[in-house]
């Protein structure tokens, strides 16, 4: 069965671009989360969508924005690039909120 | 303000001794913890759970227990094999309005000598 499937793998932007990062859930799971992992950290937890409906977000600022489709896919965009939002942009998937998170590969950020 | 720690960055245990990873936590709300294991360039991969309800959980050569009074958790892994060399990231969450958020400590590399 196919995992969590994150593209693209690597981006190279520019300060104030904007990205958008795509991830496709494992079949079933209806639960998409967000995480934004730093060097040297832990994963930092910045959308959770279920259902197409938001149900959480982390301490991000409003250039962060995000959506679920009605296949269950989803898209993190960020607007207006910071050097700082370079990192480790990791999707996950889960059948519902209450069940384990499981991750795809990431999306690789890297702003010049 | 970490709400969860991973006080040792590193860990060098001999293969086919026991493995022991450890993880403190702050918010008496979590309810729900987990260890994930992470190679270079890829994802975490999901290890194993534990609810708040319970104080020990097995899965194989990985045993998960919890301390809710002292708010600390920790995994075993006997006996240690040089696969099970990778960063360990133990998280917790708590369901609040429907959403499970997961909050990460920073990582334990571990390595397994031969």
């Known amino acids: 069965d196919a995992g969590v499937t994150q593209s693209p793998t690597h981006l190279i932007k520019t300060r104030g671009q904007h990205v958008t990062l795509r991830c496709s859930p494992i079949?079933?799971?209806?639960?998409v989360s967000w995480y934004q992992q730093v060097l040297g950290q832990g994963p930092q937890f910045i959308f959770q969508?279920?259902?197409?409906?938001?149900?959480g977000r982390g301490n991000f600022p409003d250039r962060f924005s995000a959506r679920q489709f009605p296949n269950y896919s989803s898209e993190l965009n960020v607007n207006a690039l910071l050097l700082g939002d370079s990192a480790l942009y990791l999707c996950?998937?889960?059948?519902?909120?209450?069940?384990?998170?499981?991750f795809g590969d990431g999306t690789r950020l890297s702003i010049l | 303000d970490q709400q969860v720690k991973q006080n040792s960055p590193s860990l060098s245990v001999q293969e086919g001794r026991i493995s022991i990873l450890n993880c403190d936590y702050t918010n008496s709300m979590f309810d729900y913890f987990l260890w994930y294991k992470k190679y270079p360039a890829e994802g975490p991969t999901f290890l194993i759970s534990?609810?708040?309800?319970?104080d020990k959980n097995e899965d194989g050569r990985f045993t998960v227990f919890l301390n809710k009074s002292a708010k600390h958790l920790s995994l075993h892994i006997v006996p240690s094999q040089p696969g099970d060399s990778a960063v360990y990231f133990c998280a917790a969450s708590s369901l609040i309005q429907g959403a499970q958020k997961l909050v990460f400590g920073q990582g334990t590399r571990l390595t397994i000598n031969p």
């Open positions: 534990i609810s708040s309800i319970k």
């Open positions: 969508y279920y259902e197409k409906e938001e149900r």
């Open positions: 996950a998937s889960s059948t519902d909120s209450n069940q384990p998170q499981h």
């Open positions: 079949s079933g799971h209806k639960s």
